[in-house]
């Protein structure tokens, strides 16, 4: 998906809104358009009116056309809000499919980088809380507001030029408002959401089945609730103070523009000459802009905080892919490793480890917890950072930490295995690369003596996996059953 690498960062959500959904994109920028000169056509029409009073036959349509400016005006941003609230939901998807997308590129050793992962998640962040369509928004409706303020002033212009201005000083005050809470919310809400992830995180992990029993074995469950309430409670400090900041300059920003509406009615009443049409048709427009302008403090302090959370799902979506070059080891009788080392710093996990792996069988490494067993297969699959040593495959040596293009298929099923809410047929297809028919899935499970639990079930391939409860029973199963280039399949256990 194209991420536009040369677009100012301030235009950038709006090109990627044009370019991924742009029927919608479009609507809804035409319907603000028509909404945001509803004002101007309000204070035009009742001058129109005020002087056409001598003639009944024109009193009457343009009294009609008023009517309908006013009445469908209401139902005509109803209808735009709508609009692009549906449109803010598709580019929501589409900025999901840029994350996904670049997600699914991702190495195993890009994974151990730390680096790596904070963009990640500050990537997540920004697609989970909708910063792109904000972002977007937040540009076509500033830009609505500054059409609304000029062109009434234009409408104004001739009954009173002091009021033309004060309709453009309108919306300052609560522009400067939300731009002051929108730039204290850009420094609080990053450690707001990362307490709510936390919290969430905890929770879930006395939610689901195999984790809650887990830790309720191990009478843990009140731990995990109480710091879940913790980082909740943290997440809650967080947004109260956020919204008494914005409560207090709300109402600073509310008094001011109390001032200067009343400023511009008294200004209006001087200069109409007593002309109760041209002041009828400038206190309408006034307050008619007023009210539509109204929002844009908000939506620059929408701005303000989605253009830092965008530049790190950009920043992340252009990060190169490493391109890896996959041995092929099809001939290769084994896999000899000398030497491998591993260092987390100062700390040194894997001391200088030789071994040897014949081709087309399962090896196991075997150790204490802590023993270095996880980083030893992670060298010897070339996904480990701070490894050293080589690994000889065929008439190959790949230097491990060194040659990080180098690759080659390999099954690994680690001491802490993830739990997937997925169906059977789909963990049984886990790194596989090639399409897999039902018959050979089932000779899997029958490879892992496990095939007759769901030959029982109704639902057969697709039961859920996560209740299966069989996954204890063919940790080494995904994959190493079915067609694959992988010539050898790891596991590492504790053992005594």
């Not at 900025?95 to 990537?123: C, I, P, T, V, Y």
Request: net charge neutral; with cysteine; hydrophobic share 45%.
């Amino acid at each position: 998906m194209e991420t536009y690498k040369n677009t100012p960062h301030w235009l950038w959500a709006f090109r990627f809104g044009l370019r991924s959904t742009p029927l919608s994109a479009v609507a809804s920028i035409l319907f603000l358009i028509v909404a945001a000169l509803i004002p101007a056509a309000t204070v035009v029409l009742i001058k129109l009116l005020s002087s056409a009073m001598g003639s009944e036959q024109r009193a009457v349509r343009l009294i009609i056309l008023v009517a309908v400016v006013f009445g469908a005006g209401n139902a005509w941003q109803q209808v735009s809000n709508a609009i692009s609230r549906v449109n803010a939901m598709r580019i929501n998807l589409s900025s999901a499919s840029l994350f996904q997308d670049r997600l699914s590129q991702a190495s195993a050793r890009e994974f151990n980088d730390e680096g790596f992962m904070k963009e990640l998640r500050a990537a997540r962040q920004c697609v989970a809380e909708g910063h792109v369509s904000s972002q977007f928004q937040a540009t076509v409706n500033i830009a609505c507001a500054t059409l609304t303020a000029f062109t009434l002033s234009l409408s104004l212009w001739e009954i009173s030029t002091a009021a033309a201005l004060i309709s453009l000083l309108a919306p300052i005050p609560t522009t400067l408002a939300y731009a002051w809470y929108g730039k204290q919310e850009s420094h609080l809400w990053p450690q707001a959401t990362e307490e709510i992830r936390r919290s969430t995180y905890l929770q879930d992990q006395i939610s689901y089945q195999r984790t809650a029993v887990e830790i309720s074995t191990l009478r843990a469950t009140n731990v995990f609730a109480e710091l879940a309430a913790h980082h909740r409670c943290a997440h809650m400090a967080i947004r109260q103070r956020l919204e008494w900041l914005s409560i207090a300059s709300d109402s600073l920003a509310g008094l001011v523009t109390t001032g200067l509406f009343a400023i511009a009615l008294l200004t209006l009443y001087r200069d109409s000459g007593n002309n109760i049409g041209a002041l009828f048709a400038g206190t309408a427009g006034v307050m008619a802009g007023i009210s539509a302008m109204m929002g844009i403090g908000y939506q620059i302090g929408e701005l303000v905080t989605s253009l830092p959370a965008n530049k790190h799902l950009r920043s992340f979506a252009d990060r190169p892919t490493e391109q890896s070059s996959p041995l092929d080891v099809r001939n290769a009788e084994a896999l000899i490793a000398s030497d491998v080392t591993v260092n987390y710093g100062t700390l040194r996990a894997v001391d200088h480890v030789s071994l040897e792996a014949p081709s087309g069988k399962l090896t196991a490494i075997v150790g204490e917890n802590g023993s270095g067993k996880t980083s030893l297969l992670k060298a010897l699959m070339n996904t480990q950072r701070d490894a050293s040593g080589g690994v000889l495959i065929g008439d190959r040596t790949i230097n491990v930490g060194e040659d990080e293009h180098i690759s080659f298929y390999v099954s690994a099923v680690l001491q802490d295995y993830g739990r997937y809410e997925i169906s059977v047929r789909r963990f049984l297809m886990l790194g596989s690369r090639q399409r897999a028919a039902d018959s050979q899935l089932w000779d899997a499970l029958e490879f892992a003596s496990i095939a007759p639990i769901f030959r029982d079930s109704p639902n057969g391939l697709d039961t859920p996996w996560e209740a299966s409860g069989a996954e204890s029973s063919c940790r080494g199963v995904n994959g190493s059953g079915l067609p694959s280039p992988a010539r050898w399949s790891w596991t590492n256990t504790c053992g005594s």
